[in-house]
């Protein structure tokens, strides 16, 4: 059984006080929010309330969030909403080429549809260079999507000067943040961000339920046709146990960010700062400090990531974290695109150690880490490593 959760990027446990505000919508409160009863009126002004959390969390306006299913569908929406706007030969795409796969994905069948699309390129610490950006820019282009924070490596991109630039040459800039928001500050009413993807569970908030923020003024087409809802930019009924959750995630989250990132950044760099010392082959992955308040990547040199981990969670530690040797444990280890794009060789791109951390990870649990990691590693020969390791996958 998993002890302690280090895995916080994947998805992180629900906070009880959004459990809490939850409930409710799951009893007692189960209107829907398009009728005009008194039973579908609660709901709205649940919904309403959640989505002001929410603006508020990004410093944003109430009507500039839409509600979607995930953070998955919001880069979906973001993307294709823009581009199906124009003809592909009238609509340049410029995105990075370490985001996560649902905006890869999603530009991979934009290029079938025929739409062109330029990939920037990161620095071997992991961040997108601005002038890249300048350069890559053509005078169709309508969309510039970078992340604000990565998933694999935890870097932060300069979103902000990116943004500038985009707004400069007159395209819209949308941002991945789904491993950002509820982490950093991202302030809507001083940054020219046009789109921003959000998703509830990695903020201790429920799954199954994200966001779009759409700058006020900015038009996209819908991807879901339907009844209207959502300004009928995502009809279906709305999500509104999902959306209360999602709103009192936002709230805490706006509330507590700040001291929660001290606390994390604690925790981060004790446990980078102790393991180097501990363990001589142990590097760390992307920028020192432009990086995820919870958020480390370890490379081991001349050892299986994927090993380690296993050797960590079935022992009686029972560490939960995760590795970066690609966007899922169903593709263990092969090398990783995120890891290649940062130009490390194909050894040092077969894995990494993605160790997250949350709002509820304690001094104890950072201590034992602290102790079970060098000690797996050091059960581990090299040889012992990579069958595991091929076990394991
Ligand atoms: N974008 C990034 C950067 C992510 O890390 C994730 C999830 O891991 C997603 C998008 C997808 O979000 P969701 O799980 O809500 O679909």
């Known amino acids: 059984m998993t002890q302690i959760y280090f895995d916080h990027s994947a998805t992180t446990p629900l906070d009880p006080r959004v459990v809490e505000a939850m ?52 880069d979906n ?20 080429v370490f985001e996560h796969p649902a905006i890869l994905e999603t530009c991979k069948y934009l290029e079938k549809l025929g739409y062109p699309i330029g990939y920037l390129p990161i620095s071997a610490e992991g961040i997108v260079e601005p002038e890249s950006l300048k350069k890559a820019l053509q005078p169709n282009t309508r969309l510039v999507s970078v992340m604000a924070a990565n998933n694999v490596v935890g870097t932060l ?26 982490k950093i500050p991202l302030h809507m009413d001083t940054t020219p961000i046009d789109l921003l993807s959000i998703s509830a569970h990695k903020l201790h908030g429920p799954k199954g339920i994200g966001a779009l923020y759409i700058r006020q003024g900015v038009t996209i087409d819908p991807l879901i046709h339907g009844g209207g809802q959502e300004r009928g930019i995502r009809s279906a009924t709305e999500n509104v ?14 509330v507590e960010m700040n001291e929660e990132a001290i606390r994390l950044v604690n925790f ?21 400090q432009k990086r995820l308040p919870g958020h480390i990547c370890l ?21 939960a974290i995760s590795t970066g040797s690609a966007c899922s444990s169903h593709h263990a280890g092969q090398p990783s695109y995120i890891l290649l794009a940062m130009g490390m060789d194909m050894e040092r791109s077969r894995g990494s150690l993605r160790i997250t951390l949350g709002r509820f990870t304690t001094d104890l649990e950072v201590d034992m880490f602290i102790q079970a990691l060098p000690r797996a590693i050091g059960n581990l020969s090299p040889v012992a490593s990579r069958e595991l390791a091929f076990a394991a996958a």
């Open 23 to 74: 409930l409710p919508f799951y009893g007692a409160n189960f209107g829907n929010p398009s009728s005009i009863h008194s039973a579908g009126q609660e709901a709205r002004e649940a919904i309403d309330k959640g989505r002001r959390q929410v603006a508020d969390l990004l410093h944003a306006s109430s009507d500039e969030i839409i509600f979607t299913g995930s953070g998955t569908e919001a």
């Open 77 to 96: 929406m973001a993307l294709i909403g823009v581009a199906t706007r124009y003809k592909p030969q009238d609509c340049h795409l410029i995105t990075s």
């Open 157 to 182: 991109q300069p979103i902000d000067e990116l943004a500038q630039i985009t707004k400069a040459h007159g395209a819209l800039f949308h941002t991945d943040a789904v491993q950002a928001v509820g």
């Open 241 to 254: 146990a999902g959306i209360v959750g999602f709103g009192k995630a936002a709230d805490l989250s706006r």
């Open 268 to 288: 981060r760099n004790r446990i980078i700062s102790s393991l180097q010392k501990q363990v001589p082959n142990v590097y760390l992955i992307g920028h020192a």
């Open 299 to 319: 490379g081991v040199a001349g050892h299986e990531t994927d090993a380690i981990l296993l050797m960590l969670l079935l022992n009686e530690d029972g560490i």
